[in-house]
């Protein structure tokens, strides 16, 4: 498990992260959501214990991870920018990997360098950045590591390589003890993969929830009252977190159990009434509203 306590860092007196606090337990894949300047980078940086923490903590299982090289060898962090030597090769990286992780599984390497396409022996300079996202992941994963950090993985890769990454990160973690966590600005990008997310803005995490207990936790309704009183009961009755009125038709966004909000709506005897889906995206800009923010201008 990892845990972040009260974690802070600035640059140059702009803080990038501010008094975080979140928990990244094993077993799940854990996402960071935010758009740039959230601190997502600098959190990971410090989580690979790149960067140190201007105050707070950063502990991997129950280890400091600055200037702690028994917590480090269980990390391997993949950059947004992905730095290659001028002249290396998929070969050759495995040779530099070989040396910095000494469970580098080579053999699986290569089965997954020919599943993926990609030249052994041809400079990495030369392939192209979805070509440099893809390979970046494949040393990630066969670093060993308990923990891979990713930061923007899929930015830059189409939605079939996508759909592979994802493939081997859920193999991973079926085969061997492996926690993945993966920074993001899309949320849509993350809604199907994740198990756990965080939302970052400005240097603070307004939410970190499991996936399965905010869908569970919030419905979307569509529906007609024609009694005016039962629509205003109905109303008064449900924790209601969201409502757009368009005539007399009512969209809300309701916290709750599912079967408890959908009987108290047919209850209202409608004329039209029907459950809709929620998606991840607006279950946060439901929260975060709730919360005061303006999510609109947050989430790209």
Same mark, same amino acid.
């Given at each position: 498990m990892?845990?972040v306590?009260?974690?802070?860092?600035?640059?140059?007196?702009?803080?990038?992260?501010?008094?975080?606090?979140?928990?990244?337990?094993?077993?799940?894949?854990?996402?960071?959501?935010?758009?740039?300047?959230?601190?997502?980078?600098?959190?990971?940086r410090?989580?690979?214990?790149?960067?140190?923490?201007?105050?707070?903590?950063?502990?991997?299982?129950?280890?400091?991870?600055?200037?702690?090289?028994?917590?480090?060898?269980?990390?391997?962090?993949?950059?947004?920018?992905?730095?290659?030597?001028?002249?290396?090769t998929?070969?050759?990286?495995?040779?530099?990997?070989?040396?910095?992780?000494?469970?580098?599984?080579?053999?699986?390497?290569?089965?997954?360098?020919?599943?993926?396409?990609?030249?052994?022996?041809?400079?990495?300079?030369?392939?192209?950045?979805?070509?440099?996202?893809?390979?970046s992941?494949?040393?990630?994963?066969?670093?060993g590591?308990?923990?891979?950090?990713?930061?923007?993985?899929?930015?830059?890769?189409?939605?079939?390589?996508?759909?592979?990454v994802?493939?081997?990160?859920?193999?991973?973690?079926?085969?061997?003890?492996?926690?993945?966590?993966?920074?993001?600005?899309?949320?849509?990008?993350?809604?199907?993969?994740?198990?756990?997310?965080?939302?970052?803005?400005?240097?603070?995490?307004?939410?970190?929830?499991?996936?399965?207990?905010?869908?569970?936790?919030?419905?979307?309704?569509?529906?007609?009252?024609?009694?005016?009183?039962?629509?205003?009961?109905?109303?008064?009755?449900?924790?209601?977190?969201?409502?757009?009125?368009?005539?007399?038709?009512?969209?809300?966004?309701?916290?709750?159990d599912?079967d408890?909000?959908?009987?108290?709506v047919?209850?209202?005897?409608?004329?039209?009434?029907?459950?809709?889906?929620?998606?991840? =995206?607006?279950?946060?800009?439901?929260?975060? =509203?709730?919360?005061?923010?303006?999510i609109?201008?947050?989430?790209?």
């Open positions: 990892i845990e306590i009260q974690a802070s860092k600035a640059f140059a007196g702009v803080e990038a992260v501010r008094d975080l606090t979140c928990r990244i337990r094993d077993g799940e894949v854990f996402g960071m959501v935010g758009t740039n300047g959230a601190g997502k980078s600098t959190l990971l410090m989580l690979a214990g790149v960067l140190r923490p201007d105050s707070g903590e950063i502990r991997i299982d129950g280890e400091p991870v600055w200037e702690n090289e028994s917590a480090k060898s269980r990390i391997c962090f993949i950059s947004d920018t992905g730095y290659f030597p001028i002249n290396a998929a070969e050759s990286m495995t040779e530099l990997y070989r040396v910095v992780y000494p469970g580098f599984d080579t053999e699986r390497f290569e089965k997954l360098m020919g599943r993926f396409g990609l030249p052994k022996n041809q400079k990495i300079r030369t392939f192209s950045r979805g070509m440099k996202k893809q390979l992941v494949l040393l990630g994963i066969c670093a590591t308990k923990y891979l950090f990713c930061d923007e993985t899929f930015d830059g890769l189409d939605p079939v390589m996508r759909q592979a994802k493939s081997i990160f859920a193999t991973e973690m079926l085969d061997r003890e492996f926690v993945p966590v993966v920074a993001s600005h899309n949320l849509r990008e993350l809604e199907d993969f994740c198990d756990h997310v965080g939302l970052l803005h400005q240097g603070g995490i307004l939410f970190s929830e499991n996936l399965s207990d905010l869908k569970m936790n919030m419905q979307k309704v569509q529906c007609v009252i024609r009694d005016p009183e039962a629509e205003k009961q109905l109303l008064a009755d449900l924790d209601i977190v969201r409502l757009d009125r368009r005539g007399s038709m009512l969209t809300l966004v309701v916290r709750g599912r408890v909000i959908l009987a108290r047919q209850s209202a005897d409608p004329v039209f009434a029907e459950e809709l889906p929620l998606t991840l =995206e607006e279950i946060f800009i439901t929260e975060t =509203e709730v919360a005061g923010y303006d609109k201008n947050i989430i790209a």
